[in-house]
């Protein structure tokens, strides 16, 4: 246990090539929960964590808990459940990041709860064989976060998708990239989705690799769109791109930082923006369901950069 008691802060740092870590039995690794207590537990530099371990990461009051693999040839490969945060609780951040061509591997469940993060970089892969699931479908769970460039895969029951989802973020700031979801797909009207433009080839992008299905049977929650940048009127930007069936649709988009706004329609596997045009004043909204999105529109003329990150954001 890491940080686990009342104020006593703790960390644990596995590195080097040759490094590692072995359970035997089922043992229990935990990283925070102690109050004032901050935690701390990183595997890099090739180093590598094993065995029948169940893995929790948990803020707690004035403390936050962070479990970080990084670093090609750094790999965690578990036969049992991994849970980030704590189910309706509002505590400091509980962040499980892997990064920097490292890899994450667990055979059972993931659960990532309120204030929870998962943070997965560039060339970096997180598996969670059975299924993983971020929220729960309830509100009291509807902040977790999912954010990144690298891959998410479950091949077995999928991924259950309930909170919020930030292709090209990272704990430390907002940026651009693709997210790559690989394994079936679950979405809700508790689901939003973050895609931000700063230019016309630099915008997120989020691919996912099997069906894209609503939980609720219709909803597959809010798109918001933070636009830095005019577009032109012949520019498109395809944000999502399913190779599997898609059942279900989004149920509002917000548009961020434009003075105009577009068109949203599935083509093929592929939902895109294209046709920006002029805007009715803000307090106006209508259905999209004519141009294939059967979503509630709503403009924000001034850009919100930071709309709707992550409590940790300012920490």
Known sequence: MVGNSANNPGFLHITGTGSSLTTAGTPYISIGGGTNSPAIMVVDAGATVSGNFALAVNGNTNADATFSIRDTGSSLTSANNVT??????????????????????????????????????????????NYLTLGDNTAANASATLMGTGTVSS????????????????????????LTLDGPTRMSSLTTSLFEFTAPSNYDRINITGPLLSEDFASLGSLVLDFEFAPSLSETFTIFSVSGSISGDFTDVIWS???????LSWVGGDLVISNVSAIPEPSVSFSLAAAGVGATVVWLRRKRKNFLLPAFAAR
């Open 155 to 178: 091949s077995n029951f999928g991924l259950y998708l309930f909170g919020r989802i930030r292709p090209g973020d990272t704990p430390e700031a907002a940026g651009t990239g693709t």
């Open 257 to 263: 930082g434009l003075a105009t706004g577009g068109t």
């Open 84 to 129: 980030v945060g704590i189910s309706g609780a509002s505590n400091r951040m509980s962040l499980l990041e892997v990064k920097s061509g490292a890899t994450f591997y667990t055979t059972a469940n993931t659960y990532l709860f309120n204030d929870a993060v998962i943070h997965v970089g560039a060339g970096s892969t997180y598996t969670s064989w």
